[in-house]
């Protein structure tokens, strides 16, 4: 059963004092598990791979359409949204194409000085057409906009599938808001939340 998919097969452990039958048996049930635990992985990643690959796909798609229809308000911002978008597409390639040759086991991040407003502002064009579509509003409430350490890039992809996944749910509005936030050590942070009205 487990040579054929089946890993969630187990063999039961012989009774009495076989001992090398009972060795063979755990050594069988415990490569079992880590099989299935490592097809349970790879599922979770390809999830998360697709809806990072969806999102400025839908993005790219919803501001070409709307250049193509003439209701894209100012081409040259659409046309740079599309542009950022594609540019994070490739680095998602990219590090699929690392994972496949190194068998990496976690991405890289680019950490660099930002300013959270721009990361912010990033992830609100990216889901823009997708809520447009959806007649939602997405509000911003940037109660401060510190230049923080991060990878934009990273950051954005976080904030634009949270916010991708409460225009699912929302009914009229998604809200992101940025506030202070004190670490247990004492050192200034800040919080990013995301909400919706679904």
Request: aromatic share 4%; net charge negative; glycine share 8%.
């Amino acid at each position: 059963r487990i040579a054929g998919g089946d890993l969630a097969a187990r063999l039961p452990q012989p009774s009495g004092a076989h001992d090398e039958l009972a060795s063979l048996a755990l050594a069988i049930n415990s490569m079992a598990g880590e099989l299935e635990r490592s097809r349970l992985l790879e599922h979770q990643f390809l999830m998360s791979v697709s809806h990072d690959l969806r999102t400025p796909l839908t993005s790219i798609r919803g501001y070409a359409e709307a250049i193509a229809d003439g209701v894209g308000g100012d081409p040259q911002a659409s046309a740079a949204v599309i542009v950022t978008e594609s540019q994070r597409l490739e680095r998602l390639v990219a590090d699929l194409l690392d994972l496949a040759k190194l068998d990496a086991r976690q991405f890289g991040f680019r950490m660099a000085d930002t300013r959270l407003g721009e990361v912010i502002g990033a992830a609100v064009r990216r889901i823009g057409p997708e809520a447009a579509a959806a007649g939602l509003d997405v509000r911003v409430a940037n109660d401060l906009d510190p230049v923080v350490h991060v990878d934009a890039d990273r950051l954005t992809q976080v904030v634009g599938n949270l916010s991708s996944n409460s225009l699912k749910f929302a009914r009229s509005a998604v809200w992101i808001r940025t506030r202070p936030l004190s670490s247990p050590d004492g050192r200034a942070g800040v919080a990013i939340d995301v909400a919706d009205d679904g």
